[in-house]
């Protein structure tokens, strides 16, 4: 398997200046094609689509800025992510008086999580929350002396720390990974493949779905979501990440089987967000982003793919 790699005509650059590069060239197509598709359908529109293209820019100005500054900086950005994407989802919880305790646990749990990054420790980190947050929190909860409602506070406060703080902060572990064996990759080349492939493969699976979409994959929890939105969004990304190899250590056919795996944990982690906000009966999470909702709606995909695409880097790769 052979695909042109993009860092053979800008063989100077940064990692990050290249998928600058990339990222910019995409944005420019996106925003002609929005153009294209009012010429030629002006009786659909296309104002959502345009919405999320503009908030696009940003979202890819922001991080390519952050990343740009330093771990550190990056670092404190992922765990602001993670707070607000844990905010977003205890708004929507009928949380009971007896839960405050156990509520502002987890907010000083979210830092300390970030902290074991912080310091490498990589066995506490991966453990912290999994267990021993999970034995600490219903006891927090069992000393409020509130029986009523207990089993659903406990639950559904503990999926939110694992979902939006122990999930997503997979992708701050992965940002200090230092250049794996027999490779000059480190971990920020493998976070910006990581991001860079599962938000395209959403972008192209909402593309395609728009376009050519007809038969929905999950129609009682997103019926927005299509068979073809999902095959051609997934297809393209995976041939889209043949492209920038260059950041990560994988041979080519490894790279379009990473690439699959992890857009398909993608599409799987936005089918159970989707199923999560129809439990509540809302349409998004927030209001944040416009064209996108709030954050966990444009981060929902990364809750499920990041921790995939991590292990697998550390276990295969380290």
């Known amino acids: ?181 027999g490779s000059s990759v480190d971990g920020r080349s493998m976070l910006i493949f990581l991001v860079f492939v599962v938000e395209m493969s959403d972008v192209l699976q909402y593309f395609w779905g728009k376009t050519i979409g007809r038969r929905p994959v999950l129609p009682a929890i997103s019926p927005n979501k299509t068979w073809e939105g999902l095959i051609g969004g997934v297809t393209c990304a995976t041939l889209l990440s043949l492209s920038i190899r260059f950041l990560t250590p994988f041979s080519a056919i490894e790279t379009a089987g990473v690439s699959l795996l992890i857009t398909l944990a993608g599409f799987f982690g936005g089918a159970v967000m989707s199923a999560v906000k129809r439990d509540f009966g809302v349409k998004d999470f927030g209001s944040l982003i416009p064209g996108h909702g709030g954050v966990i709606d444009r981060l929902d995909s990364l809750c499920y793919a990041t921790p995939v695409f991590f292990h697998y880097v550390r276990y295969f790769h380290y």
């Open 1 to 181: 398997m052979t695909a042109m790699r993009f860092d053979s005509f800008v063989p100077n650059l940064s990692p990050v200046g290249k998928m600058g590069l990339v990222i910019l060239a995409l944005l420019a197509a996106a925003s002609g094609s929005v153009a294209v598709l009012r010429r030629i359908q002006p009786e659909k529109d296309y104002s959502e689509l345009s919405a999320r293209v503009w908030s696009w820019r940003l979202m890819a100005g922001i991080f390519l800025t952050v990343l740009a500054l330093g771990h550190k900086t990056a670092l404190v950005f992922f765990a602001f992510l993670s707070f607000w994407a844990f905010k977003e989802y205890l708004t929507l919880l009928k949380t009971r008086p007896a839960d405050h305790r156990a509520l502002v646990l987890c907010f000083l749990i979210l830092p300390a999580q970030y902290y074991l990054i912080a310091i490498g420790w990589y066995g506490m980190f991966i453990i912290f929350i999994p267990v021993y947050v999970f034995l600490c929190l219903p006891i927090v909860l069992a000393l409020s002396r509130e029986t009523r409602g207990f089993v659903a506070s406990a639950s559904q406060i503990q999926w939110g720390l694992m979902a939006f703080v122990f999930g997503l902060s997979h992708l701050g572990f992965l940002l200090v990974f230092p250049p794996s064996e």
